[in-house]
């Protein structure tokens, strides 16, 4: 992004110049600039919270033209851009003639990195800082959105969007009865393209839209130099197990149209209807293949062996398809009924065939050398079906006190068909599943005066639980307080509990949240602000789960108890404005840490035309319990900026 800079910024002059040339009206800002950012300490775990770099920045760029006397090809022109140069980067132009066209292209760029010290780590306590698994890649994406006569009983449509995620990392793979450290190098290209109409007919609007979509995707894997010792470093029937080399290569692709439709409108006074309908139909295909050389064993097969050639041939279908139905209706003035059908199918289907060849593989006694080749096909399916029929009545208007309440019923089935190749846990892992959930919820407002009163109450009831993530039992409590004193005081406090619940046997899940806070702005004269915040958040999560190596069962627990503290002053004078803030975040629990971050921000304007911006920001993290993840680090930035 930062070699891309220069060139897109000298296009958006150009742009701008361009349009401004023949505009009756034009508006012009530009802010750009330098950002310098220092850490002590763990790099890594700063970029993977924060993610800024040391870059060259187009801070923010502004552009609009109206009544252009360009000819015929546009009669307005918008152009925004931000963070160019950075993680994190947009760009957007919106064009439009009238009664001809409208026209809205955007860009955005964003920067991923993880690469938490503590995270899929075995060798932590040998004192390696970074995680087996990391990230370091890019997202770009291309979004084209073209209305044609727009305003009209019908106006088409045509999308394109065009995303491209690529970039290295590091990752593991299990070979031999050890585990060894690999890089990755992962690229995914998808393109999607959509065509259609809207329509506005009398009283009923809506769209229609096909579109078709396509992915390629392709990983490339080998071994990390250092790293033929794998993560365990003790032989295996006195046989050490090492890798001198591995290859793979996965590539995927696959195409699937997709259909969108909406249509609402007023059927007489007071009843209005509502419809959409959506379905994806998507084909893929999978090949892999991979070659490792070095002192293996298998417990499988009761043998050592010195190479390995895997291939992977795999296929998946998948339908989506969800429609909806609402009925809105006002019998009266200020009481609104709404009752709404939703139908929602998921069906998939996928077959995978695995084969392996053991080179030069030995009995664990020694005998028997020869080559094994070995054949798996696994052939899975599900299909699930949820029908959601859902009742509303709410108040409005009817003097200080607003109030509503809904009902619904979630009808969910499910079949699924799993391959018993694939199946390594006892126990039947298929069949035909059915659920039900009654969902309940109602809530208030009121408002007296400067104070606002909110409060709302969700909860959900099941008759089943079909896979360990479902709850029986969840419920929901939500508040809400504000009040204001002329100009000089706002107060708002929020609160909310949270109880999810699955008692059966084996899974016990029981999960609890509660947070509360309060955030005050004071403005003890008209151009000074202060801000003051407090939060406090609580998690407690109990399940039984199923220890991978052995696969017994045992409890997992998991706590939270974080308090967030912050507070803030801005002054406003005639040439611009300064603010300064400092806030704590503090946590105890399964993760102690505390994390502690202060700014300052200084935008003063020079001239009609020309100004700055100065900004500074400061974080400090502490892990308690893993101090090789703690940094300090310092950012700093310097802009100017251009108004016309």
């Keep these: 992004m930062a070699k891309r800079f220069p060139y897109l910024l000298a296009l958006l002059l150009v742009l701008g110049w361009a349009a401004a040339a023949g505009a009756q009206s034009t508006q012009f800002t530009l802010e750009f600039g330098y950002q310098w950012v220092n850490v002590s300490g763990n790099d890594g775990v700063y970029r993977t919270q924060v993610n800024e770099k040391q870059s060259a920045v187009l801070h923010s760029f502004s552009f609009t033209s109206f009544g252009s006397s360009g000819g015929s090809l546009f009669d307005r022109l918008r152009i925004d851009a931000g963070d160019l140069g950075t993680t994190q980067g947009s760009f957007r132009l919106e064009a439009g003639l009238a009664h001809a066209y409208s026209l809205r292209l955007s860009y955005r760029h964003a920067e991923l990195y993880d690469a938490l010290p503590d995270f899929a780590n075995p060798l932590l306590a040998d004192g390696v800082t970074i995680g087996q698994h990391t990230l370091d890649r890019t997202t770009d994406s291309v979004d084209l959105n073209l209305e044609i006569i727009p305003g009209h009983m019908f106006t088409p449509l045509v999308n394109y969007r065009w995303l491209r995620y690529s970039g290295p990392g590091t990752t593991t793979v299990h070979l031999g009865e050890d585990e060894f450290r690999l890089n990755s190098d992962y690229g995914e290209t998808s393109q999607e393209f959509e065509a259609g109409v809207a329509f506005h007919i009398g009283t009923f609007a809506g769209s229609v839209l096909q579109g078709w979509r396509k992915f390629d995707a392709s990983e490339r894997e080998s071994l990390l130099g250092g790293a033929g010792g794998g993560n365990n ?12 080399g591995d290859t793979a290569s996965t590539t995927s692709d696959g195409t699937f149209p997709m259909t969108n439709a909406y249509v609402s409108g007023t059927v007489t006074d007071g009843v209005r209807l509502v419809g959409s309908y959506v379905r994806a139909d998507m084909h893929s295909d999978t090949e892999s293949f991979e070659n490792a050389t070095g002192s293996l064993a298998s417990f499988m097969l009761g043998r050592f062996f010195t190479g390995l050639s895997e291939s992977v041939v795999a296929r998946s279908e998948s339908l989506n398809w969800r429609g909806e139905a609402r009925v809105e209706v006002e019998p009266v003035d200020g009481l609104q009924l709404v009752a709404g059908y939703t139908k929602n199918h998921r069906d998939q289907d996928g077959l995978s065939t695995i084969g392996d060849l053991y080179a030069n593989a030995v009995t664990f006694s020694g005998g028997d050398l020869r080559n094994i080749s070995t054949l798996l096909t696994a052939t899975t399916a599900m299909q699930r079906d949820e029908d959601l029929l859902e009742l509303r009545a709410s108040t409005r208007n009817l003097g200080p006190l607003q109030l509503w309440a809904a009902w619904g019923d979630a ?22 599943f059915t659920r039900d959930v009654k969902l309940y919820s109602a809530g208030a407002d009121l408002k007296i005066a400067t104070v606002t009163l909110s409060l709302d109450w969700k909860k959900d009831d099941a008759d089943n639980a079909i896979v360990r993530t479902d709850y029986l039992t969840q419920e929901r409590w939500r508040a809400r307080a504000a009040w204001t004193a002329g100009k000089f005081l706002r107060l708002v406090a929020t609160g909310e509990d949270i109880k999810a619940e699955n008692p059966t046997a084996g899974i016990e899940r029981d999960v609890t949240t509660k947070h509360w806070g309060a955030d005050v702005e004071i403005t003890p004269v008209k151009p000074l602000l202060v801000r003051l ?57 399964n993760l102690e840490l505390k994390l502690d971050r202060a700014y300052a921000r200084v935008d003063v304007d020079f001239t009609k035309a020309w100004g700055a911006l100065l900004q500074y ?3 400090k993290y502490e892990e308690t319990l893993l101090p090789i993840a703690n940094f300090d680090a310092n950012w700093y930035g310097v802009f100017l900026r251009y108004r016309y």
Excluded: C, M, W
């Design 233 to 244: 470093t003790r032989p295996v029937l006195g046989q050490d197990i090492t890798l001198t």
């Design 411 to 432: 009808k969910q089935d499910l079949t699924v068909t799993p391959a018993a190749a694939e199946i390594v846990v006892p126990g039947g892992q298929g069949g035909h």
């Design 533 to 589: 915040g407090y939060g406090d958040y609580k998690v407690d999560s109990t399940t039984i789960i199923r220890q991978p190596q052995d696969f017994s069962l045992t409890d997992s627990i998991y706590t939270e108890d974080g308090t967030s503290k912050e507070a803030a002053v801005a002054y406003s004078f005639a040439r611009g404005s300064v603010e300064a803030g400092a806030s704590r975040f503090e946590n105890t629990g």
């Design 617 to 619: 920001e400061k974080r």
